[in-house]
């Protein structure tokens, strides 16, 4: 069973800094695409920043400048460092995953549980 673990989330005053991380765990053969979203209260869940198949990065248009994805190909891990927060960046903050447990298997949607961003001014 694969599991996608967020952790990192807080309470930080505006201008101040995170870092989220997602650990995939479980029997995993490829990961073909990886990325945040968040999903602020009474809004839709929405794009952060993801690594899409062939490797490049998107961004919303919020975030660019301020956020940076990375990851661990090694540990299966996936990082959001996010600087400059602002309270509009105060959201949920959930880890998503396409990928393949083995390798003649379909692509399946994985996400995790959400950590807590609150961004206070």
């Known amino acids: 069973q694969v599991q996608l673990v967020e952790s990192g989330g807080g309470l930080v005053q505006a201008g101040g800094s995170l870092r989220l991380s997602c650990a995939a765990s479980?029997?995993?053969?490829?990961?073909?695409?990886m990325g945040w979203y968040r999903q602020a209260p009474g809004k839709q869940r929405e794009l952060v920043a993801a690594?899409?198949?062939?490797?490049?990065?998107n961004y919303a248009d919020s975030v660019k400048g301020r956020f940076t994805i990375s990851r661990d190909n090694a540990k299966n891990t996936m990082y959001l460092q996010m600087n400059s927060l602002r309270p509009e960046d105060t959201a949920v903050y959930y880890c998503?995953?396409?990928?393949?447990?083995?390798?003649?298997?379909?692509?399946?949607?994985?996400w995790g549980q959400g950590t807590q961003v609150t961004v206070s001014s």
């Open positions: 690594f899409t198949s062939d490797g490049s990065t």
């Open positions: 479980g029997i995993i053969f490829s990961i073909n695409v």
């Open positions: 998503n995953a396409v990928l393949r447990t083995r390798y003649d298997g379909p692509p399946t949607n994985y």
